[in-house]
């Protein structure tokens, strides 16, 4: 069946420091979805790769999906410690599936 | 315009009781999907629907179903509980249309004791 595998689980940075976490798909995905979640919240979207090769950019947070479209990253720079959550990406094929990944818990230390 | 809600909040069954969780998705949304997210997991899918069908499913016993109704509304049922069905069950709309977002709710926090 289809996997969406996601590292690290989880990381620990200090605040200023960079991050990313990376999502592996088993399969090739028609699209890709991130999402945060904050600690004790749900799920919010916070982008969608469509293209091959796409690279989109909010803010801090620059978001990378591979040519093969089966893999991706999301890459913050100079953390804050409002980036504290865990980031999920989901991956949906051609049927309207979303599977998620595992997710990777971000800490930030002041 | 309202987001997906869910109820109820939270839910306390002891084992072997049954649990039945709502959810109404956004309106013009015909597709609901559960996930459970137990603690320090990820999002486990659970059942997709669409149009008032089953769609697919995940890797759960069937212990764990559930239905949409006319109106997008789903619910979900999980039989015969179990300890380890103790976790956070979020519920999630999005448009048929391809591609497209799923929007989730804030969950319904399932504890057996």
């Known amino acids: 069946g289809q996997q969406v595998m996601q590292i690290p689980q989880y990381q620990h940075v200090q605040e200023g420091e960079d991050f990313t976490t990376y999502c592996n798909s088993s399969t090739t995905l028609s699209n890709i979805q991130w999402y945060k979640q904050r600690p004790g919240g749900h799920p919010v979207f916070l982008i969608q790769?469509?293209?091959?090769?796409e690279v989109k950019k909010q803010k801090r947070l620059t978001f990378q999906f591979g040519e093969a479209k089966k893999n991706s990253s999301l890459h913050i720079t100079a953390t804050q410690t409002t980036d504290v959550g865990t980031y999920f990406c989901?991956?949906?094929?051609?049927?309207?599936?979303?599977?998620f990944g595992t997710g990777t818990s971000l800490t930030v230390i002041p | 315009e309202a987001g997906v809600t869910q109820s109820p909040t939270h839910l306390i069954k002891t084992r072997g009781q049954q649990a039945t969780l709502r959810c109404s998705p956004i309106s013009g949304h015909t597709s609901v999907y559960w996930y459970q997210q137990a603690l320090g997991l990820g999002l486990q899918f659970l059942l997709w629907?669409?149009?008032?069908?089953?769609?697919n499913r995940g890797n759960f016993p069937p212990r764990f179903s559930g239905r949409q109704f006319p109106n997008y509304s789903s619910e979900l049922n999980v039989n015969a509980l179990e300890l380890e069905d103790s976790a956070l069950y979020l519920c999630a709309s999005s448009l048929y249309i391809f591609p497209n977002q799923a929007f989730f709710g804030q969950g319904t926090r399932l504890t057996v004791v």
């Open positions: 989901a991956g949906q094929n051609t049927g309207n599936q979303f599977y």
């Open positions: 790769l469509v293209k091959s090769g």
């Open positions: 629907y669409d149009e008032g069908e089953e769609r």
